[in-house]
């Protein structure tokens, strides 16, 4: 498995590019500029041929950045990570289990979503990072599994032996209290995808997150 540093992680952006307010490249660039160290592309409903078409200008306009880039993972599709040459592929329990992925895409960071203690052990033995949650009520997603809490969170990254984010409702009024609870970082989609200032959105969960007093 590959090593993710919890510094990878420290605020992850689940990107939904039916919410952005500013263009694609555009938007990019506020988040990685702003201090981003990890996208995921998650277009629930696109085709893959439509996936792969965000995946490949994400992946270009990563490509010209200096310094270390962000993490670039693709949402279910282990395949259109592969062939864009992502980092790697976030799968739910409705996809792909992780060990066939690891066993066809050697090369791809696998990341887990994590609801409960059977999650966590499958992280741990198959994942190289997971996603917590959700943490708070969210409308971001149809299929959500059941909410579980600061608390529940908690108990989740105690039983985790990889790194992780907590995802669902995290916005900058409430990620101090979600950093309480061990993740490397907050997973945010709709606070900053559907913000017209996403270069904003990310300074202000930075600040929350990570330089709190």
Not at 34 to 50: F, P
Request: hydrophobic share 45%.
């Amino acid at each position: 498995m590959t090593k993710i540093t919890p510094e990878r992680l420290r605020l992850y952006i689940v990107l939904e590019t039916s919410m952005l307010k500013v263009p694609l490249g555009e938007f990019m660039a506020q988040i990685t500029e702003a201090g981003a160290t990890a996208v995921q592309l998650r277009d629930k409903y696109a085709s893959g041929a439509e996936t792969a078409a965000r995946a490949v200008t994400i992946k270009k306009y990563l490509e010209g950045l200096k310094g270390e880039k962000p993490l670039f993972i693709i949402n279910d599709r282990a395949d259109v990570a592969e062939c864009c040459g992502a980092d790697g592929v976030h799968l739910g329990v409705k996809d792909l289990p992780p060990e066939l992925v690891r066993k066809a895409f050697p090369g791809l960071i696998i990341g887990l979503s994590c609801n409960n203690g059977a999650d966590a052990e499958k992280a741990s033995l198959l994942g190289d990072y997971a996603g917590i949650g959700p943490v708070f009520p969210t409308s971001t997603k149809k299929d959500l599994r059941p909410v579980i809490g600061l608390s529940g969170a908690g108990r989740i990254a105690g039983l985790l032996s990889v790194p992780a984010v907590a995802i669902g409702g995290i916005t900058a009024e409430n990620a101090a209290e979600v950093m309480k609870t061990g993740v490397a970082g907050p997973a945010v989609s709709s606070y900053v995808c559907a913000s017209p200032e996403p270069y904003e959105a990310v300074k202000a969960l930075i600040k929350a997150s990570h330089e709190r007093i």
